[in-house]
């Protein structure tokens, strides 16, 4: 398999990095509108029993281990509380007050955010290199909200909402480190 040239994976899954960002970006567009059309709740719920559906049929049928392992569920419900739970509703609800590509940007702060959980909960350092990417993250947001101002501030539920999203989802990442599951993550992720 030929390796695109210092990448370190294979240039035959181009494509997949291809789908997944387009995908990825239809998806909020396409969340909005929806939601012109269905309940939250129900929406989400359709969402999200529909891709765990999905996600243990694909586990099943690659003989994965699907139970969780005794004394883990400890483990398992705040993590799915916060990355699932608490970040669809957000998400969800936030998106109905501002535009869908403005609500996409404040969620994906979660990296941002994640750093100085980690230092505090991981006691993971902060080294150079994450100062470094703390300082390009946020003036990557800084420039792409920089004629967004006004309409960031037009919406304040959404915004709050999205990054309470966002920073919930940092939470249930840094937990997932910190406990982790003993499960493939095929089935930890359906769970």
Not at 97 to 104: E, H, L, V
Not at 145 to 172: D, F
Request: proline share 6%; aromatic share 10%.
């Amino acid at each position: 398999m030929k390796r695109h040239e210092g990448h370190g994976f294979p240039a035959s899954i181009l494509w997949v990095l291809v789908a997944l960002t387009l995908g990825w970006g239809f998806n909020w567009p396409m969340i909005k509108l929806a939601l012109t059309e269905m309940p939250v709740l129900s929406f989400r719920s359709v969402c999200l029993l529909g891709g765990a559906a999905g996600l243990f049929a694909i586990a099943a049928w690659a003989r994965l281990p699907l139970r969780v392992p005794r004394g883990q569920w400890g483990r398992l419900l705040p993590m799915a509380f916060f990355n699932i739970t608490v970040w669809n509703l957000c998400v969800a609800y936030g998106i109905g007050y501002m535009p869908s590509g403005r609500a996409a940007i404040l969620a994906f702060t979660m990296p941002l955010w994640s750093v100085p959980l980690s230092a505090w909960l991981l006691h993971e350092r902060i080294t150079a290199r994450r100062v470094l990417g703390l300082l390009l993250g946020t003036g990557a947001i800084l420039l792409l909200l920089s004629n967004e101002w006004r309409a960031v501030e037009a919406a304040p539920k959404g915004t709050m909402l999205i990054l309470g999203g966002a920073l919930s989802w940092a939470v249930g990442t840094v937990l997932m480190k910190r406990y982790p599951v003993d499960l493939p993550v095929t089935a930890l992720t359906a769970w």
